[in-house]
C-alpha cells in the first residue's frame, strides 16, 4: 500500500510534469499514453488520474489514431475502477474506428468495453449481443491472442446469465472463462471461474459434478501450492456433506478450512461477511448430538440480519428435539418475522435486478427519438422530395419536348436536302444537254452545301454522329418517317389521318422499310440474311441501324421493352462479341462504310 500511495500521489504528477515539460507534438500523448497502458494491470487508479488530467481538447487536434486509443483506454480504467458508464456515444466510435483500422485483439477489447458500457445503461440483451461480436473478433489461432480480455467477456456474459437465472447458459459461459483465464495464465481467476460453477450446478441440483468440480479444484491448488484457494473450496462440500449426513466427513473438511483458508482470527472468529459458516457448524454438532454447542453457533448467528432465518431454523430444530415451548413460542414468532422480512426484501431486490438489466425508460426515450425523426421526415423529406421529383419530370419532359423541336426541324432540312439534290442532279443532267447554264447549276449545289451545314448542326444537337451521313439520310427517307410517325403519332401534323395512339408497324410497312434498305444498304441486308436472325431479331437489327430508340422498337414490333432489351443484349453478343448493346447500334452503321 505505501508503494501505492508513492506511486499515485508523487511519481505520478512528477512523471506529467516530466513528459508536459519534456515532449511536445505528437510524441508527447504517444508517451502518455504508453504509460497509462504500463500502469493499467496494476494501478488503474494512478492510469485514470494520468489520462485524465490529459488536456483533452488538444489532444483530440492530433491524429484519430491517439484519440481512439486515448478513449478505449480511459474507458478501461473507468471499468477496472468500477465507475459507471452514462452514454455509448464514445465507445462506438472507438468500435467504428477499431474495426476499420485495428488488430483483433484491439476490437476484442473495444467492443467488450462496449459492452460493459451497455450493461452499465442496464441494457443486457444489447450488452450479450456486443459481447457475442467482441467473441468473434478474437482470434484465437493468434500467438498473441489476448485470452485475459477474452475469459473477461465470459465472466461478465456469466454474470447476466446468473442473475437472469439460467445456469446452463451460465456454465457454458463459465466453462469458457475458465478455459481462456488458464490459458492468460490467471490462476487465481481460473479457481474462481471453477468456484462459481457451483452454484450454477446447485441450481440444477446436481451435486455430483460439484464434488467432481470440488476436487479438481483440490487437485490443481494442490499442484500449484494454493493452500489457502484449496480449503475456501471446501465450504461447499461441507454442506453438501451435512445435507446428507455425512458428519465425519463434514467435519475433517470443517477442521481443515479453519486451519487453512485464513479467515478466522485467534479467538475464532470468521471475516465478516462468511457469518453463515456458524450455522454449518451448529449442524454438524448436532449431528454429533453435541446439542449446547450446536446452539451457542446457531446463537451467534441472531445479531447478523442477513443469517437471522438460519439462525432461529437451527434453534427452532433443537428446542423442538428438547421440548422446550416456551423457546419454541418466542423462536417462532421471530422467525416468522425475519420470513417476511426477508421475502419483501427478495422481491424488492428482484425488482431492482431487473431494473438494473432492463432500462425499459431509455428504450421509451429512444424509440421517442426515433418517431420524431420518423415524423420530421414525413413533414420536412417527403415533401421535398416530391418537389424534387416533379422537378426532374419537368426537366425531362422539357428536354424531351427540345428533342421533338429540335427532330422535327432536322427532318425537315433533310427532306430538303433530299429534294435539293435531286434538283441538283437534273440540273446537271440538263447541263450535260446544255439545257441550263452553269450559274443555275452552282446556285443549286450552293443550296446544297448550305443545308448539308443546317443538317450537320442538327445532328450534332441531337447527339447524331456526323461521319456516317448515308445513313443519317436513310433513316429520314420518306418511309423512315413514317415509321416514326406510327411510333409518335403526337409528334406529326397528320395526327388525324395515323390516329392518337402509336401501334406496330404493318407487314406492307415492313416490305417497304425492307425495300429501302436492300437498295441503298445491300451489304447490311446481306448480312441480317447470312446470320439467319428470327423475324424479332431481324426487325430489331433494322430499327436500331436506323436510330430508333428502345421504346419506338417495342412499339413499331408489337414486343414489350424487357425483351427488346433481351434482344438487343443477344445481337450485340453474338454477332459482335459484345458484353453489352451499349455500342450496338455503331456496329451495326459500320457493317457498310459511308460511300
Not at 433443537?318 to 414468532?333: E, H, M, P, V, W
Request: with cysteine; aromatic share 10%; charged share 25%.
Amino acid at each position: 500500500m505505501k508503494n501505492h500511495y508513492l506511486l499515485t500521489h508523487i511519481l505520478s504528477p512528477v512523471f506529467l510534469g516530466v513528459c508536459f515539460f519534456g515532449c511536445t507534438g505528437g510524441r508527447q500523448y504517444r508517451a502518455l499514453l504508453e504509460q497509462a497502458d504500463s500502469l493499467m494491470a496494476t494501478y488503474p487508479d494512478s492510469a485514470y488520474a494520468l489520462l485524465n488530467s490529459i488536456d483533452s481538447v488538444d489532444l483530440h487536434s492530433q491524429r484519430k489514431s491517439v484519440c481512439m486509443r486515448y478513449e478505449l483506454l480511459r474507458a478501461e480504467a473507468q471499468n477496472k475502477l468500477l465507475i459507471p458508464f452514462t452514454t455509448d456515444s464514445v465507445l462506438r466510435e472507438v468500435v467504428r474506428y477499431y474495426d476499420r483500422h485495428c488488430s483483433s485483439n484491439q476490437q476484442l477489447k473495444a467492443r467488450y468495453l462496449l459492452g460493459c458500457t451497455y450493461r452499465d445503461l442496464h441494457e443486457a440483451p444489447i450488452a450479450l449481443l456486443t459481447w457475442e461480436d467482441a467473441i468473434a473478433a478474437a482470434d484465437t489461432t493468434a500467438a498473441d491472442c489476448d485470452y485475459a480480455t477474452l475469459f473477461r467477456v465470459y465472466g461478465q456474459m456469466a454474470d447476466v446469465y446468473f442473475r437472469q437465472y439460467m445456469p446452463e447458459r451460465e456454465l457454458h459461459a463459465r466453462d469458457y472463462y475458465c478455459k481462456y483465464a488458464l490459458q492468460a495464465g490467471d490462476t487465481l481467476n481460473y479457481i474462481k471461474g471453477l468456484l462459481k460453477m457451483n452454484d450454477a450446478y446447485l441450481s440444477l441440483g446436481d451435486t455430483i459434478s460439484i464434488f467432481a468440480n470440488i476436487e479438481k479444484v483440490k487437485q490443481f491448488c494442490m499442484t500449484n501450492g494454493l493452500d489457502g484457494e484449496m480449503s475456501q473450496c471446501s465450504l461447499m462440500a461441507i454442506r453438501l456433506s451435512l445435507d446428507n449426513n455425512e458428519f465425519l466427513s463434514a467435519g475433517e473438511m470443517m477442521k481443515l478450512f479453519e486451519q487453512k483458508s485464513g479467515l478466522f482470527d485467534n479467538n475464532g472468529n470468521i471475516t465478516l461477511g462468511q457469518e453463515r459458516y456458524y450455522y454449518d457448524k451448529g449442524r454438524y454438532f448436532a449431528g454429533i448430538g453435541l446439542l449446547d454447542s450446536a446452539e451457542n453457533q446457531f446463537r451467534r448467528l441472531l445479531p447478523y440480519e442477513d443469517c437471522l432465518i438460519d439462525a432461529c431454523h437451527g434453534l427452532l430444530f433443537l428446542f423442538q428435539y428438547q421440548a422446550r415451548t416456551d423457546s419454541i413460542l418466542k423462536y417462532t414468532l421471530v422467525y416468522e418475522q425475519a420470513l417476511a422480512s426477508y421475502l419483501s426484501n427478495t422481491r424488492t431486490t428482484a425488482i431492482a435486478q431487473s431494473a438494473g438489466m432492463y432500462d425499459y425508460s431509455r428504450q421509451e426515450r429512444i424509440a421517442q427519438k426515433r418517431k420524431l425523426q420518423l415524423w420530421l421526415t414525413l413533414v420536412f423529406l417527403v415533401p421535398l422530395a416530391l418537389a424534387a421529383a416533379i422537378l426532374v419530370v419537368w426537366l425531362l419532359y422539357k428536354k424531351r419536348s427540345e428533342r421533338r423541336k429540335f427532330l422535327n426541324l432536322y427532318k425537315k432540312s433533310v427532306d430538303e436536302l433530299f429534294e435539293a439534290k435531286r434538283v441538283s442532279q437534273l440540273l446537271r443532267q440538263a447541263l450535260s444537254k446544255k439545257e441550263v447554264t452553269k450559274k443555275l447549276l452552282d446556285e443549286k449545289d450552293q443550296e446544297v452545301q448550305q443545308l448539308e451545314e443546317v443538317v450537320a448542326v442538327l445532328q450534332n444537337q441531337l447527339g447524331a454522329s456526323g461521319d456516317i451521313k448515308i445513313h443519317q439520310q436513310l433513316s429520314e427517307a420518306e418511309i423512315i418517317q413514317k415509321f416514326h410517325d406510327v411510333a409518335n403519332p403526337y409528334i406529326t401534323k397528320e395526327k388525324e389521318s395515323l390516329g392518337t395512339r402509336s401501334r406496330a408497324a404493318t407487314q406492307k410497312e415492313w416490305a417497304g422499310m425492307k425495300e429501302v434498305l436492300t437498295a441503298a444498304h445491300p451489304q447490311f441486308f446481306l448480312f441480317l440474311q447470312k446470320h439467319k436472325l428470327s423475324d424479332l431479331k431481324t426487325k430489331v437489327c433494322i430499327l436500331s441501324y436506323l436510330g430508333f430508340d428502345n421504346t419506338e422498337i417495342a412499339t413499331l414490333t408489337g414486343a414489350n421493352p424487357g425483351s427488346i432489351t433481351n434482344a438487343r443484349t443477344a445481337i450485340a453478343r453474338d454477332l459482335f462479341n459484345l458484353t453489352s448493346a451499349r455500342n450496338l447500334n455503331r456496329c451495326l452503321i459500320e457493317i457498310e462504310s459511308p460511300a
